[in-house]
């Protein structure tokens, strides 16, 4: 029965070998570090459009393009944990009394995220009330 001998490692092979455990540990650090940071907070969704016919922050404001007024909105997720299935609802009344309504999907909103979209009347909003208000969402 022989035995055979490995040679010794060689300066390059060690090296490699503590630049790969480097890297490993970091990330495995970099993974550790995240999980114990995590917020754990609820969404918090918040909605920004033109409200009597002047956006808030915003430079879209209402526009009319053929007869049909044009209401941009951006609604943004500053809470925690990601969100999608968010609705968001748009409701003009006019004297009172309801006169269009719109509803839009934002399919996935996750933590600092935007969406801008747009409500489509056919009446001017300007010359009513228009609410727009995140009506549900549903957690992942």
Do not use: C
Not at 6 to 18: Q, S, Y
């Amino acid at each position: 029965m022989t035995s055979q001998t490995r040679p010794a490692r060689t300066i390059a092979e060690w090296t490699t070998f503590g630049i790969a455990s480097l890297i490993v540990s970091a990330i495995a650090g970099l993974v550790i570090y995240n999980w114990a940071t995590e917020k754990d907070s609820p969404p918090i969704l918040s909605l920004d459009y033109p409200k009597g016919g002047t956006a808030s922050h915003r430079t879209h404001e209402i526009r009319e393009t053929e007869g049909q007024f044009y209401v941009p909105f951006e609604v943004s997720n500053t809470g925690g944990e990601t969100v999608e299935s968010v609705q968001i609802v748009a409701e003009l009344r006019v004297n009172g009394q309801v006169a269009e309504t719109g509803d839009q999907q934002i399919d996935f909103l996750s933590e600092g995220e935007k969406e801008e979209g747009a409500f489509v009347f056919r009446k001017d909003p300007r010359k009513g009330e228009l609410t727009v208000r995140v009506a549900s969402y549903k957690l992942p």
